[in-house]
């Protein structure tokens, strides 16, 4: 049975009440459990926010300060890093939340409204899952990506431009092992070739062998195509 709190004010209307003999007011004993309920959600979900709020600026952080810049592409970092970690936190925010969605499922009755209630129930399981377990992978695979990149001497790495990037965030973009990337570019550099040809010109990264297919940059140039 679920702990029902009751306010001060009824409590001591009840000992008044059962001390003279008379019935209690059931209806507004139930009317008192009710609020009680309603306020304990509302707790609840401002705890959550709480939650997901922290979770959006530590992973804002995280990208903007913490994160190192690497280049390369492999699959078991979508699976191990980002897929099995997220689908994990789903599992078990689905089992926390279990008797909250099914009471607020439980209140619906029109069929777009349950539909729409799942939609948003996935959509904030794969959210929140991703910023809570994804993001604690990720933390700790850049950690030891760094760690295995400096037992490694750096590399020349080069790679074929194919354009710049000059909205909100600018960057160089081009081609390295068959794959499309970007490294972060200051808007000077990317003014400076604003009426370049991308094509004539290529990357030369100075770079550290990390983890699986990953190379962690250290610097990085662009020179004239020879």
């Known amino acids: 049975m679920p702990v029902v709190y009751l306010s001060k004010h009824l409590k001591e209307e009840i000992n008044i009440i059962g001390n003279s003999g008379s019935n209690i ?4 004993v139930k009317t008192y459990r009710k609020a009680g309920a309603i306020t304990k959600e509302k707790k609840l979900e401002r705890l959550q ?17 913490f994160e ?8 078991r970092y979508h699976l191990y890093i980002f897929l ?40 904030q399981g794969i959210v929140i899952s991703f910023l809570s377990f994804g993001q604690v992978s990720m933390v700790i695979w850049n ?21 710049f990037s000059s909205g909100k965030r600018t960057a160089v973009n081009f081609k390295f ?8 570019a200051g808007r000077e550099t990317i003014r ?20 699986w297919n990953y190379y962690l940059v250290e610097s990085w140039r662009i020179e004239k195509r020879k």
């Not at 926010?49 to 300060?65: D, T, W």
């Not at 190192?68 to 699959?75: L, S, V």
């Not at 068959?178 to 490294?183: A, G, K, R």
């Open 25 to 28: 007011d059931m209806r507004k």
């Open 84 to 123: 099995l970690p997220t689908l994990s936190g789903m599992l078990l925010l689905g089992v926390y939340r279990k008797e909250q969605m099914l009471r607020q499922y439980s209140g619906l009755e029109k069929v777009y409204e349950k539909i729409y209630a799942l939609g948003l129930y996935l959509i």
């Open 143 to 163: 950690y030891l990506n760094i760690k295995e990149a400096e037992k490694n001497p750096t590399e020349i790495l080069k790679g074929n431009l194919t354009g």
């Open 177 to 184: 092992n068959d794959q499309y990337e970007h490294l972060k």
């Open 49 to 65: 926010y709480g939650i997901v709020m922290g979770l959006i600026i530590s992973f804002l952080l995280y990208g903007a300060f």
């Open 192 to 211: 400076a070739y604003h009426d370049k040809k991308p094509e004539d010109y290529v990357i030369v990264i100075e770079a550290k062998k990390g983890l």
């Open 68 to 75: 190192a810049e690497t280049i390369g592409e492999d699959q």
